[in-house]
Nanobody, 124 residues
Framework: QVQLVESGGGLVQAGGSLRLSCAAS????????MGWFRQAPGKEREFVAA????????YYEDSVKGRFTISRDNAKNTVYLQMNSLKPEDTAVYYC?????????????????WGQGTQVTVSS
């Protein structure tokens, strides 16, 4: 079993920055990549970014490229999402997720474990 705990969400003005953290614990030896997803009211949960623990690669949704950066701290079993130049359309609940895939995949069905989510609100 894997447990994921997100933190770092909050309220920020447009153009501002936030850094989200996702700490993984439990039987993490079968987890080879981590991802961030987000879900706004009435919308499907959508892929944001992913990173592999194995092959040192990242993958981003087009809408966040150049603004968001995903990174990892292997010693802490923690993944981060640095969000810069935030826009109101970035407002959503952000979820971290874990997958046994070795590549940074984007499909919700490819992730086995999910955190509870953290709210990010970007005001105009």
């Amino acid at each position: 079993q894997v447990q994921l705990v997100e933190s770092g969400g909050g309220l920020v003005q447009a153009g501002g920055s936030l850094r989200l953290s996702c700490a993984a614990s439990g039987r993490t030896f079968g987890i080879y990549a981590m991802g961030w997803f987000r879900q706004a009211p009435g919308k499907e949960r959508e892929f944001v970014a992913a990173i592999s623990w194995i092959i040192s690669s990242t993958y981003y949704e087009d809408s966040v490229k150049g603004r968001f950066t995903i990174s990892r701290d292997n010693a802490k079993n923690t993944v981060y999402l640095q969000m810069n130049s935030l826009k109101p359309e970035d407002t959503a609940v952000y979820y971290c997720a874990a997958t046994p895939y070795t590549s940074p995949v984007r499909g919700r069905e490819q992730y086995n474990y999910w955190g509870q989510g953290t709210q990010v609100t970007v005001s105009s």
